[in-house]
């Protein structure tokens, strides 16, 4: 457990995530990857600490506010912050961490970086926690849930106190990885089998047949199954825009903002081999994650093409028999596997996605033929981007009608925040 490289990894990755504003999975996948000759053990570490760690910050900062009195946190040199942060995360949200270990290698990183001199201010600091854990306390919900003060003022709003307390713990709370198995590849009772022979717990979703829940695993891209396309990783929240969307052998479905790809893979696998998928989103680089993911999972009736959603393609009107409308949003029901968003995203950005959400929908709903579907969907929880967004929708497109809306909160060990609409044109 205290292998010296762990700790520089992880702040390694949090310098990246914390003090450069990158986004903390990809760093991770990508540091995972280059480090494949660690152990599980190891590796699962340096995953812990580091979510851990964004998950928590504000509640860290906190602390450290409470045991420092000068610098504050955001004074602090960027390495002394980070290797602080990490190590308060261990001392105090991990059992069976030696909290001497914690110091020693939080010293060690910064002699090693060459600010020896500030090694005793970190040595005090934080030992001086570890003495004084039980007497740490926190101002607000914000600090004691680690999530911006206008997140919270906006859920209270929306949905009470009491709700959104419940929330805020839920996001906290043990994560699992929701799968989607790729029938056409394999059954689920093989891909059970196979994942459950590596070392994988693996658990049945009630309301998928074909979707699990993993947990214990490495590293996803050391899975011979996930290289081979058996599964998807998505969440079941997710995977219910296709599911539930009626597509039909034949069907012709337009994806208009698909990367990286799950819905519109969905899409394609329920199809089993017939029809077509378009699978649209803004950018090359997207298409090209797009392309890869379509290779990965084998799958013949989909193809990824570049095109801005909120221009009219003349091509596709009355066209489709879906649309599947998975507009760029908030993120706020991600927060739990994805910590960072929650300190990123801005109350005006919010606004402007909101407005993006109404121009794109738009604009795609003129692809829908008569009788066929529009889905549209966000990984958020707010209703100014969600029903907000449907009821002006229904309104200035009167030829549509609501089937059905449905906000899904996020549930630890169950599913992410998302929001789903199936409308039907008449
Ligand atoms: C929520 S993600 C889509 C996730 C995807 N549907 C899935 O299930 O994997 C939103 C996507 O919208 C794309 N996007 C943003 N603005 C867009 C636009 N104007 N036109 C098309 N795609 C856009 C982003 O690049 C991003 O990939």
């Not at 199954?225 to 998505?234: K, S, V």
Request: some cysteine; hydrophobic content about 40%; charged content about 25%.
């Amino acid at each position: 457990m205290t292998d010296p490289n762990q700790r520089e990894i992880i702040v390694a990755i949090l310098e990246e995530v914390l003090e450069e504003g990158k986004y903390s999975h990809l760093v991770l996948g990508a540091t995972l990857e280059k480090y494949q000759y660690l152990s599980k053990q190891q590796r699962a570490f340096i995953t812990r600490v580091t979510q851990g760690t964004i998950e928590r910050l504000l509640q860290i900062d906190a602390i450290l506010g409470q045991f420092v009195k000068k610098p504050k946190v955001p004074k602090m040199k960027p390495l002394i912050r980070t290797v602080l942060r990490s190590s308060v995360y261990q001392i105090v949200f991990m059992d069976g961490v030696p909290d001497a270990a914690v110091c020693n290698e939080a010293v060690r990183i910064v002699k090693n970086h060459g600010l020896g001199g500030l090694s005793g201010f970190v040595n005090g600091v934080l030992r001086n926690i570890s003495r004084n854990k039980d007497s740490i306390t926190y101002k607000g919900l914000s600090e004691a849930y680690s999530m911006p003060q206008w997140i919270i003022d906006a859920w209270e709003e929306q949905f009470g106190g009491e709700t959104t307390k419940q929330i805020l713990e839920e996001l906290l709370e043990e994560k699992k990885t929701c799968i989607r198995v790729n029938t056409g590849n394999i059954s689920v009772e093989e891909l059970t089998k196979n994942l459950r022979a590596q070392g994988i717990t693996v658990e049945p979703c009630e309301e998928i047949p074909y979707a699990l829940y993993i947990s214990g695993y490495d590293y996803l891209r050391g899975i011979p199954e996930f290289l081979a396309g058996d599964f998807y990783i998505q969440d079941f929240s997710s995977m219910m825009v296709a599911h539930s969307a009626g597509i039909q052998q034949g069907d012709h479905v337009i994806d208009v903002c698909a990367a990286p790809g799950g819905k519109s893979l969905h899409a394609a696998e329920l199809l089993a081999g017939t029809g077509l998928v378009e699978a649209r989103d803004l950018s090359d680089h997207k298409v090209s994650i797009l392309e890869e993911n379509i290779r990965r999972m084998g799958l013949a009736n989909i193809r990824a093409e570049k095109w801005d959603a909120t221009i009219l393609n003349e091509e596709s009107i009355g066209q489709a028999d879906v649309v599947i409308c998975d507009a760029p949003c908030s993120g706020l029901g991600v927060v739990a596997k994805k910590p960072d968003i929650k300190y990123h995203m801005t109350k005006e950005t919010q606004k402007e996605l909101a407005i993006l959400q109404r121009q794109i929908l738009d604009v795609v709903c003129a692809y829908v033929k008569a009788g066929g579907t529009l889905m549209y969907s966000t990984c958020t929880i707010s209703s100014q981007e969600n029903e907000d967004n449907v009821t002006w929708f229904l309104e200035k497109h009167p030829d549509f009608s609501l089937e059905t809306e449905k906000q899904f909160l996020p549930k630890a060990g169950k599913q992410d925040g998302f929001f789903l609409a199936k409308m039907k044109k008449r």
